[in-house]
Nanobody
Framework: QVQLVESGGGLVQAGGSLRLSCAAS????????MGWYRQAPGKQRELVAA??????????DSVMGRFTISSISRVNAKNTVNLQMNSLKPEDTAVYYC?????????WGQGTQVTVSS
């Protein structure tokens, strides 16, 4: 099993920045992708950004150039990945979920609320 704990959400004005962090613990040795998804009220959960253990990244078109996902770092038996979010827009408001993928399973964090006021 893998446990994911997110932090860093909150309320920010449009144009501001937030940094989300996700720490994975447990059976982390076979995690090959970590990423961030978000779900706004009434909408489907969507991929925001993801990074492989080899460093390849993928971003949703809507956040390209504004969000940056960090490399997966391993410290003290935890995998950590961060999402730096700049130039935030009201449409970025959502619950953001961390995801960790292994070859045969995937795991989700509990989610952290990001609210961008206009």
């Amino acid at each position: 099993q893998v446990q994911l704990v997110e932090s860093g959400g909150g309320l920010v004005q449009a144009g501001g920045s937030l940094r989300l962090s996700c720490a994975a613990s447990g059976r982390i040795f076979s995690i090959n992708v970590m990423g961030w998804y978000r779900q706004a009220p009434g909408k489907q959960r969507e991929l925001v950004a993801a990074i492989t253990s080899g460093g390849s990244t993928h971003y949703a078109d809507s956040v390209m150039g504004r969000f940056t996902i960090s490399s997966i770092s391993r410290v003290n038996a935890k995998n950590t990945v961060n999402l730096q979010m700049n130039s935030l827009k009201p449409e970025d408001t959502a619950v953001y979920y961390c995801n960790a993928a292994q070859p045969d399973s995937g795991y989700w964090g509990q989610g952290t609320q990001v609210t961008v006021s206009s």
